[in-house]
């Protein structure tokens, strides 16, 4: 079946519709003459969206209120999960439970294909808080016996913005000598990747920007953005591998949790597939310039 007979004929179900991804990935889908359907939490969020065929309102992590939300839906696109755990609401509780009340629902509805949206390295890295409840979702969709696709994202544009908070202020801070690459992506480009495998029938990807980036050179760019002279501050590893043991040990999983991963990640290689054509130098010029309106 070609994309344009699956534009005639698929409705397509996303969940996380208002987070970073999410609102890209209803972009794109409309943009190919899908019929959308997003999962909200409450009326107002409507006014996100120009472009929508229908609404479900629910909570995600409250089985009973999305009874029947893949009721006539062929796919399913889920990029529900949260960086920090907040109002009383863990990984588990929503990257793991979440998903797993909605796969529920995809089976009874006999959905045809769920895409979840999970990270790079996220099978490699189960020790991290965010990461268990992550993956044990895609185990779980793995073993359901719906045709599954799971998308594996470097880090997003948006999380960039942490080295350009830091480069207004002249300096940014790397732990080691900021030769570790990683190649971050832009929403836009990752919503039209997400919607491509979906139609190939892709199990499982990896996904990343076009530029791939050592730490050194993209917080030179950070710095360049905000036209501040070079200067990068490189800490011993040490004081990364310090700062995680007194996160673990002094704090709640709640605090700890996007610590470790932060900090887990900036010691590691982070280069997925190259997709895209958006360039992060452009997107932090852009962020300047609005940050410099607020």
Not at 52 to 66: A, C, K, L, W, Y
Not at 207 to 231: M, S
Request: aromatic share 10%; glycine share 8%.
């Amino acid at each position: 079946m070609n994309d344009t007979q699956t534009m005639n004929n698929k409705k397509v179900l996303v969940a996380g519709a208002t987070g970073y991804l999410g609102q890209y990935l209803v972009k794109e889908l409309k943009r190919r003459g899908y019929w959308v359907r997003v999962l909200i939490r409450k009326e107002t969020q409507k006014s996100m969206f120009q472009d929508v065929d229908d609404f479900f309102i629910g909570q995600i992590t409250e089985p009973n209120s999305i009874n029947g939300i893949a009721a006539d839906i062929d796919w399913v696109f889920s990029s529900i999960g949260i960086t920090r755990q907040k109002d009383g609401m863990t990984y588990m509780d929503v990257d793991y439970q979440g998903n797993a009340n909605l796969l529920q629902e995809a089976l009874k509805s006999q959905v045809e294909a769920f895409q979840y949206i999970s990270a790079l390295n996220g099978d490699q890295l189960r020790h991290l808080k965010i990461f268990e409840a992550k993956e044990l979702f895609v185990d779980e969709l793995k073993d359901s016996g719906l045709r599954y696709c799971i998308m594996r994202p470097n880090g997003f544009f948006s999380d960039m913005k942490d080295f350009l908070e830091m480069a207004k202020t002249g300096k940014v801070y790397l732990f080691g000598d900021g030769h570790l690459r990683l190649n971050p992506i832009h929403g836009e480009d990752l919503a039209t990747i997400c919607v491509d495998k979906m139609i190939s029938g892709a199990t499982e990807e990896t996904v990343g920007g076009i530029d791939i980036l050592t730490q050194n050179e993209l917080a030179e760019l950070a710095l360049k953005a905000w036209h501040k002279p070079i200067k990068i501050i490189h800490l011993p590893d040490w004081t990364r591998r310090l700062a995680i043991w007194l996160a673990r040990t002094f704090t709640s999983s709640k605090t700890y949790g996007p610590v470790e991963f932060f900090l887990t990640a900036m010691a590691l290689d982070n280069i997925a597939k190259q997709y895209g054509t958006n360039r992060l130098e452009d997107f932090f010029n852009t962020e300047v310039e609005k940050m410099k309106e607020q």
